[in-house]
């Protein structure tokens, strides 16, 4: 099924994708909750017929925003660390940076 509230749920997710990957956090939050409520809109207007992939959909939804979680707060420690002074930023290792480790382990 395809409606145009269900292609805007897919807009605000590649939206979303797009300001994680450039680093836009500020932007993340009222992304996130555009596309949580053009979801209610769906699950509001959907038929019996539709629960299985409006569930999926869901499913999906809420792996991303655990994930966006993780990369913001990564981004964030990331930033804190940076800002400290020399002595005492953290040691850097061979396993990359903390924001990629992170989401590789997802």
Do not use: F, Y
């Not at 807009?11 to 994680?20: F, K, S």
Request: hydrophobic share 40%.
């Amino acid at each position: 099924m395809t409606s145009p509230i269900a292609d805007g749920v897919m807009a605000a997710t590649q939206r979303l994708v797009q300001q994680a990957m450039s680093g836009q956090w500020n932007e993340v939050p009222k992304t996130v909750e555009q596309r949580r409520a053009l979801l209610e809109q769906l699950s509001a207007s959907a038929s019996p017929q539709d629960h299985q992939w409006l569930g999926a959909l869901q499913q999906a939804m809420a792996e991303s925003d655990a994930a966006v979680n993780t990369m913001s707060q990564a981004e964030a420690g990331e930033t804190a660390v940076a800002s400290l002074p020399q002595t005492q930023a953290a040691p850097s290792t061979d396993s990359g940076s903390p924001l990629v480790s992170s989401t590789l382990e997802m």
